[in-house]
């Protein structure tokens, strides 16, 4: 039996990670974020058989929402009612995360910034236009920085 090299335990290698699993999100009003989540953004809600067994208690609890991307990737929005305000200025908040960025087809990009102006969804910059493509940022309604972007 071979030993496995030492620099093989200090690192995952390219491909092992295979896309994004979910992406967890704390919540203020949960009302606010399925709406702006499931109506505006138009992504799925997970309901009765779909949602994790993991999660099916809290969801009947009102207490975690679950959404999924096209590409499969779910968003959990877990309720925290005593959540601290975003700083009025969202530029200012404390968060580790930079933002989260969804795809979108480029002949579609000018409909989803139609829609999130019609929807009075605050825009922190954009649209862009980049050598590789198309963004606008805005954020949710607990503050947290999305982009629609397209190639």
Not at 10 to 19: C, E, P, Q, W, Y
Request: negative net charge; contains cysteine.
């Amino acid at each position: 039996m071979s030993a496995t090299p030492i620099e093989n335990l200090t690192f995952l290698s390219a491909g092992m990670l295979r896309r994004v699993h979910h992406v967890a999100f704390n919540v203020k009003d949960m009302q606010a974020s399925r709406h702006f989540y499931g109506t505006i953004l138009g992504l799925h809600e997970l309901t009765g058989e779909e949602v994790p067994k993991t999660l099916k208690q809290l969801v009947e609890q009102g207490k975690v929402a679950n959404f999924v991307t096209p590409d499969g990737t779910v968003i959990d929005l877990f309720w925290e009612p005593d959540l601290s305000p975003p700083h009025v200025d969202p530029k200012q908040a404390f968060t580790r995360a930079n933002h989260l960025a969804f795809d979108i087809d480029p002949q579609l990009f000018d409909r989803a910034v139609e829609v999130l102006k019609h929807n009075r969804v605050a825009i922190d910059h954009g649209p862009v236009t980049r050598p590789t493509g198309r963004g606008i940022y805005f954020y949710d309604p607990d503050g947290f920085l999305l982009e629609i972007r397209c190639d």
